[in-house]
């Protein structure tokens, strides 16, 4: 397939400056995937550094979901590589997604709402006693120190799921990756049809998970949200990777440009490129 897009500008393209001299946690080279003659990815590089946030956005089909989808194991890529601390793997399955230290959050979290907090967090994956039995005060006591770390409110570890709000059930989710010692976490529209005050919990919670030095892709159609906690944005267009924003450097109009393949004046409010040039690849 012919490629007709003008190079993005260099200061568009350069990795957070803040990544350093750090290995990344997750590191993918020239990922494709393909569902038949359909060619869903192409040639994506992605870097997630320990401690970093990265959006990933695009309009609808533009292959972020494909892409999660290649790294979570869900949907095996085609061809690229796939390297974790350094070492190249292969992800071919959830499973071993799960055991490299990558966690994926969807969208509609796979909580059970009649089962108690504790019970969700440690959902296959129980304490057990050495005559085999559940042990529940371990379980407890290790859910209310995970709880802790992340700030994360809850009237009571044995609380239903079921009656708890959006962001805590945001949060539990969250909380089970921490527990599964994840090293990536990718979050899937994390504060889609969420109050104001529960956006607020869930991107606090986004902070804390950067404190913990862990690599965050946040999937999002909010630029406000992206903006809050992002240190970098990654622009998907037509399962191409097109451009690679410095939060600091950059503002939601360039984002938002490159997103649709328009362009952006040089008189445009924080412009500090000028233009950005897309087409169809």
């Not at 260099?10 to 020239?30: I, W």
């Not at 969807?106 to 909580?111: F, P, V």
């Not at 862990?214 to 630029?223: D, E, F, G, Q, R």
């Amino acid at each position: 397939m012919a490629e007709n897009r003008e190079r993005l500008p260099e200061s568009v393209q350069s990795n957070v400056a803040t990544a350093g001299n750090q290995k990344p946690l997750l590191r993918l080279v020239g990922v494709g995937k393909t569902y038949g003659a359909v060619r869903a990815l192409e040639g994506v590089d992605l870097e997630l550094y320990p401690g970093e946030v990265v959006g990933l956005v695009g309009d609808n089909g533009a292959g972020k979901s494909t892409l999660v989808k290649t790294i979570s194991g869900v949907g095996p890529a085609s061809e690229g590589e796939f390297y974790v601390d350094g070492e190249r793997v292969d992800i071919s399955t959830p499973t071993t997604a799960t055991h490299l230290g990558i966690e994926t959050v969807y969208q509609d979290l796979a909580l059970c709402d009649n089962l108690d907090v504790t019970s969700n967090l440690f959902l296959g994956h129980e304490i057990r006693t050495k005559l085999g039995t559940l042990n529940d005060i371990e379980m407890e006591k290790r859910a209310l120190a995970v709880l802790r770390t992340l700030d994360v409110k809850l009237p009571s570890a044995r609380a239903l799921v079921s009656a708890l709000s959006g962001g805590q059930r945001q949060s539990i989710a969250v909380a089970k990756t921490i527990l599964r010692q994840a090293k990536v976490v990718m979050l899937d529209e994390p504060t889609a049809a969420l109050g104001v005050a529960q956006t607020k919990q869930v991107l606090n919670l986004i902070k804390r998970l950067r404190e913990q030095g862990i690599a965050i892709l946040v999937i999002s159609h909010n630029m406000v949200d992206v903006f809050e906690v992002a240190d970098r944005v990654i622009v998907m267009r037509l399962g191409h990777k097109v451009a690679n924003f410095n939060v600091k450097e950059t503002n939601s109009s360039q984002v938002i440009a490159a997103i649709t393949g328009a362009s952006v004046s040089e008189d445009a409010p924080g412009s500090n490129v000028n233009s950005i040039v897309g087409g169809e690849a």
